[in-house]
């Protein structure tokens, strides 16, 4: 069955550096778009980098020049490098795969950042 795992979150205090990781198996990983998202205590989930298949991104104006998305198709992975990190960063961050047919979306990663 098609499995994301995020892994990479922690407390980091202001201004600080993670990466995340999404690690996808049971599906043709090169092939499709991959997305994070994240969700802040009492917020809807909103989504925060999308990159392409074929690399191409966007980012949600909050997070532009701060994160960088990109992928390892020859590890089935997506990546998220977070920069400059403030408190209002701080939330659960997932990635999502989405296909025509189905969506699959990893358990969760928790990011906070506070000194």
Known sequence: QVQLVESGGGLVQPVGSLRLSCSVSGIIFRTNAMDWFRQAPGRQREL?????SGGSTNYAE???GRFTISRDNANNM???Q???????DTAVYYCRLATVLYTYW???TQVTVSS
């Open 78 to 80: 997506a990546l998220l």
């Open 48 to 52: 925060v980098a999308t990159i392409s």
């Open 82 to 88: 977070m920069n400059s990190l403030q408190p209002e």
């Open 106 to 108: 990893g358990q969760g």
């Open 62 to 64: 909050s997070v532009k």
